[in-house]
């Protein structure tokens, strides 16, 4: 009977535990989505500034 308490309990926390990860990921997904429609074109990424044409 003890193994089986024991069991229970590990499972019933790694279900509290996936649970968490997904809210967490969940809430990383929508944070960036709302980033990102607050600016649609997203931030400038290589070389800063203007070069000379060739």
Same mark, same amino acid.
């Given at each position: 009977? &003890?193994?089986?308490? @024991? =069991? +229970? =309990?590990?499972? !019933?926390?790694? @279900?509290?535990? =996936?649970?968490t990860?997904?809210? %967490?990921?969940?809430?990383?997904?929508?944070?960036? =989505? /709302?980033? $990102? /429609?607050? !600016? #649609?074109?997203? #931030? %400038?990424?290589? $070389? %800063?500034? &203007? +070069?000379?044409?060739?």
């Amino acid at each position: 009977m &003890f193994e089986y308490e @024991i =069991a +229970t =309990a590990r499972s !019933n926390d790694l @279900i509290r535990q =996936a649970d968490t990860y997904r809210l %967490v990921r969940e809430a990383k997904k929508a944070r960036r =989505a /709302s980033s $990102r /429609s607050k !600016n #649609p074109e997203g #931030p %400038v990424r290589g $070389r %800063v500034g &203007f +070069t000379h044409a060739a």
